[in-house]
C-alpha cells in the first residue's frame, strides 16, 4: 500500500528546533517531487517547502531561511528542518508527494507541531 508517514513533530519552545520525516513507500521514489505542508486551525493548507527530482528547492517567504527541505533518496525520505521556530509555526505538517506531471498527488496523515513557551 501506498503511504507516507510522517515524524518528529512535538512541542518546542520559541527559537527552538524540530526536523521533520516523512518516510514514504513510493516506487521510483527519486522521481517524486516532495513537498511539506502546513495547516494551522481554520486556516488554508499552505506550502512551507518544497524539493523537485533534481533536488530544487522553493520556500515561501515566511519561512525562507529559517526551514530547509532536504530528501534522502536510498532512504526514501524527505525531511524538513525547522530552525527558529515561531508560535506562527504551530500547525500540523503534512508530507506531499507528486508524480511529475500528475494532476495531484499522495497526502501523508500529519504530524502535530506546536511552537509555545
Known amino acids: 500500500q501506498v503511504q507516507l508517514v510522517e515524524s518528529g513533530g512535538g512541542l518546542v519552545q520559541p527559537g527552538g528546533s524540530l526536523r521533520l520525516s516523512c518516510a514514504a513507500s513510493l516506487s521510483i521514489f527519486s522521481a517524486y517531487a516532495m513537498s511539506w505542508y502546513r495547516q494551522a486551525p481554520g486556516k488554508q493548507r499552505d506550502l512551507v517547502a518544497g524539493?523537485?527530482?533534481?533536488?530544487?528547492?522553493n520556500y515561501p517567504d515566511s519561512v525562507k531561511g529559517r526551514f530547509t527541505i532536504s530528501r534522502d533518496n536510498a532512504k526514501n525520505t524527505v525531511y524538513l528542518q525547522m530552525n527558529n521556530l515561531k508560535p506562527d509555526d504551530t500547525a500540523v505538517y503534512y508530507c506531499y508527494a507528486r508524480w511529475p506531471l500528475a494532476a495531484s498527488g499522495l497526502w501523508g496523515q500529519g504530524t502535530q507541531v506546536t511552537v509555545s513557551a
Open positions: 524539493i523537485t527530482s533534481d533536488g530544487s528547492t
